[in-house]
């Protein structure tokens, strides 16, 4: 998307490897473009899935999406904590205003005590044979599993309290002018 700015509200849709769009969420506000990432943020956003369930997301989160790398993170500030939801995906493109990327099904959840657990690795196997995943993806798939604990065990952004914070700060005052 040619000419993105702070403040732009994109919508996002997830998509499966077949190309099915799997959800889609109508808010993402840019927060930050760097040269390998955008940062967005939402609030109490809706999510709807393909089968037609929506469902409202109770909290403000912060999201990661990267030029590069195959996999977006989303920081989920609650009463208990900040949680990291990550998503082993594609690197994002941004086309007519949507933030879009395929999702691997792989998933690695962050607890504010800093311990981690992957999950849907059931639903990866099943995805990953009925869509036939090249043996060359699931090779990808899993390196940028691995390479994604590791910056989370190195503590490096965005796994740090204070990023997360100073990105929500930056969204409050975006959506307050």
């Not at 089968?51 to 977006?72: S, V």
């Not at 992957?118 to 798939?141: A, C, G, Q, W």
């Amino acid at each position: 998307m040619k000419d993105l700015k702070v403040g732009d509200v994109l919508a996002i849709h997830s998509y499966k490897h077949n190309g099915k769009l799997d959800h889609t969420s109508s808010e993402a506000t840019v927060l930050d473009i760097k040269d390998d990432m955008i940062v967005c943020g939402n609030d109490k956003t809706m999510i709807n899935e393909s089968d037609g369930r929506t469902h409202q997301i109770n909290e403000p989160a912060i999201l990661f999406f990267y030029k590069d790398k195959w996999y977006n993170i989303i920081g989920q500030i609650k009463n208990r904590g900040i949680f990291y939801y990550c998503n082993i995906a594609t690197p994002y493109i941004i086309e007519e205003g949507i933030i879009k990327y395929i999702d691997y099904d792989l998933d690695l959840k962050v607890f504010p005590d800093g311990s981690f657990r992957v999950l849907d690795r059931n639903e990866y196997k099943y995805h990953s044979k009925i869509m036939e995943y090249p043996k060359e993806l699931d090779t990808i798939l899993k390196r940028e599993l691995t390479n994604l604990i590791e910056v989370k065990k190195q503590k490096k952004d965005p796994f740090k309290p204070e990023i997360i914070e100073k990105y929500y700060e930056i969204y409050k005052n975006i959506k307050k002018n």
